[in-house]
C-alpha cells in the first residue's frame, strides 16, 4: 500500500462509520489530536476529584458522605478509564501525567472554581456534571474504539452523579430561607462556568470542523451549549431556582432559549492559569504525585524481588 | 513503507521493545507493568475485555480490576494479563487471514433451500 492508499482506506472507513483500533494507520495529526483530547478529558476528571474532595469530611449526613465518596471514586475510575485509551495511542501514562503537572496538558477550567459551601456539592452534580454528560454521550460513537468503549463506561457511571446533585440542591431549595438562599448562590456562581465549559464560540472554534470530519466531536460547542441551556432552564424553575441570566428568554421562532452574552474575557483569563484555583489544583496533584513516588517505587522493587526470589527457588529446583 | 505502518504500542506487546526502541521516544522505566483485565460478569459466561491499567504485581493488579472495572458489580471473576504477553493479528493482513471463509456460505445453515413444511430442523 501507498501513502495514499493508507489515507484513502482511513477515509473510508470514517465516513462508512467503521471505528478505527489501535493497530490500525491513522493520519498523525488524528492520533494528535485524540491524544491531546483524551489525556484532557481523563485529566479534568482526576482534577475534577479535588474540588469535590473537599467536602467529604463535612458533607452533612452519612448519606451524603457515602454518595459523595462513591462519586470521587468514579471519578478516578473515569480518569484510568481515558488514560488507559490514550495510551494506546503509543503515549505512555508518565508522559501525560508530566505535561498536566508541567501546565502543557489542560483540563477543564471549571474546576479551577472553589467550592465554597454544601450547595456548590449540589451545583456541580447537577451542571457540571450535566454539562459533562452532553458533551459525552455524543462521543460514545466517536470514531476512535478505545475512545468510544471508554466514554460508553463513563456515561453509564454518569448519570447518577447528575441525579445526586440535583438532589441537593432540590432538597436545599425546599429548606428553609437561608438553605434556598445557598442553592440559589450556588447557581449564581456555577451558571456561566458551565456555559463555558462547551468551549468558545462555533465561530472561534477552528478545530471544530476537522474533528467533525473525523468523528471525533459530533456537535459542534453552540449545539451542545444550546441543548444544555434548553433543558437546564426548566430544570431549575422546577425547584423554584432562577438561572442568573436576565436576558433568558423563550424564542418561539427558534425553538430555544435566547440567552446573555458569554464573558468570554474570564473564560480565556481562566484558562491561561488566572483562574481562583488554577495553582492550588495544580499543587494539590504534583504533591499527591511527588508524595507518592515511594510507594511506586517500593511497589515495584517489592515485585521485582518476588521475580527473583521466584527464579532463583527454580533453577534450583531444576 | 514500515515508517508508515506506524507499529503501534497496543495489541502487540511483543514488539513493545522494539517499537520503544524504535522511536526512542518512550521512557517507561519506573512505571509500573500495563496489564489487560478480563471479566467474567456472571458464571456461565467468558471473560471478556474490560480495558487495561497498571499495576506492579499480578496481586495488585486484580486489586486495581476490581477498584476500576467492578464498582457496579460488574464482575464474578477477574483475569488478568500483563500487556507484553498478548500478541494480537495485524490488521494489514486481516484481507487475506479471513479469506478463506469469504467463499463458504455453505458452513451457514441458511444457505440450505428446504421447504417450508419441514418442521423443526
Redesign the interface.
Known amino acids: ?1 501507498t ?1 495514499h492508499s ?1 489515507q484513502e482506506h482511513f477515509d473510508a472507513k470514517i465516513d462508512n462509520e467503521v471505528m478505527i ?6 493520519p498523525d495529526d488524528y ?1 494528535k489530536t485524540l491524544i491531546r483530547q483524551i489525556s484532557q478529558h481523563a485529566h479534568s476528571e482526576i482534577v475534577g476529584m479535588l474540588p469535590e474532595g473537599n467536602w467529604i469530611t463535612r458533607a452533612p449526613s452519612l448519606r451524603r458522605k457515602a454518595v459523595l465518596l ?1 462519586k470521587v ?2 471519578e478516578g ?1 473515569h480518569g ?2 481515558l488514560y ?1 485509551a490514550a ?4 503515549i ?4 501525560m501525567f508530566d505535561q498536566l503537572h508541567t501546565g502543557k496538558a489542560k483540563y477543564s477550567s471549571i474546576f479551577n472554581y472553589p467550592t465554597l459551601t454544601w450547595a456548590d456539592i449540589g451545583a456541580i452534580g447537577w451542571l457540571v456534571d450535566g454539562a459533562a454528560i452532553m458533551n459525552q454521550v455524543p462521543l460514545c460513537r466517536t470514531s476512535y474504539g478505545p475512545y468510544a ?2 466514554m460508553v ?1 463513563v456515561c453509564k ?1 454518569e448519570s447518577f452523579h447528575q441525579r445526586q446533585g440535583f438532589e441537593i440542591m432540590m432538597t436545599l431549595a425546599n429548606g428553609t430561607d437561608v438553605q434556598k438562599k445557598m442553592a440559589q448562590d450556588a447557581l449564581n456562581r456555577w451558571w456561566w462556568p458551565s456555559i463555558m465549559m462547551f468551549g468558545p464560540n462555533d465561530a472561534d472554534s477552528p478545530h471544530t470542523a476537522q474533528s467533525m470530519r473525523w468523528r471525533i466531536k459530533r456537535f459542534t460547542n453552540d449545539e451542545l451549549r444550546q441543548k444544555f441551556i434548553d433543558v437546564t432552564v426548566e430544570q431549575a424553575r422546577l425547584i423554584g431556582l432562577e438561572a442568573p441570566d436576565k436576558d433568558l428568554k423563550w424564542n418561539e421562532e427558534r425553538g430555544h432559549y435566547d440567552f446573555g452574552p458569554i464573558n468570554w474575557d474570564e473564560f480565556w483569563n481562566v484558562v491561561k492559569g488566572n483562574g481562583p484555583c488554577n495553582k492550588e489544583r495544580l499543587d494539590a496533584r504534583k504533591k499527591a504525585w511527588e508524595d507518592g513516588a515511594w510507594v ?2 517500593a ?2 522493587a ?2 521485582e524481588k ?1 521475580k527473583a526470589r521466584k527464579e532463583n527457588k527454580e533453577v534450583k529446583a531444576a | 513503507m514500515n515508517q508508515f505502518i506506524n507499529k503501534n504500542l497496543y495489541g502487540d506487546y511483543g514488539d513493545k521493545e522494539q517499537a520503544a526502541g524504535a522511536s526512542g521516544t518512550h521512557n517507561t522505566a519506573g512505571e509500573w507493568p500495563l496489564w489487560e483485565v478480563f471479566i467474567r460478569s456472571k458464571a456461565g459466561l467468558d471473560h471478556k475485555h474490560a480495558g487495561s491499567l497498571h499495576a506492579a504485581d499480578a496481586q495488585m493488579a486484580i486489586e486495581n480490576a476490581r477498584d476500576v472495572y467492578t464498582r457496579r458489580m460488574e464482575g464474578v471473576s477477574i483475569w488478568v494479563v500483563e500487556s507484553k504477553n498478548i500478541h494480537a493479528s495485524d490488521p494489514y493482513e486481516a484481507a487475506s487471514m479471513y479469506e478463506p471463509a469469504n467463499d463458504k456460505v455453505y458452513r451457514h445453515p441458511t444457505f440450505y433451500n428446504l421447504p417450508d413444511e419441514l418442521k423443526h430442523m
Open positions: 500500500m501513502v493508507f483500533e489501535p493497530r490500525d494507520w491513522m492520533r462513591a471514586q468514579d475510575g484510568l478509564y488507559s495510551e494506546t495511542l503509543g505512555t501514562r508518565d508522559e468503549r471508554a463506561r457511571e511506586r517505587d511497589a515495584l517489592h515485585s518476588r
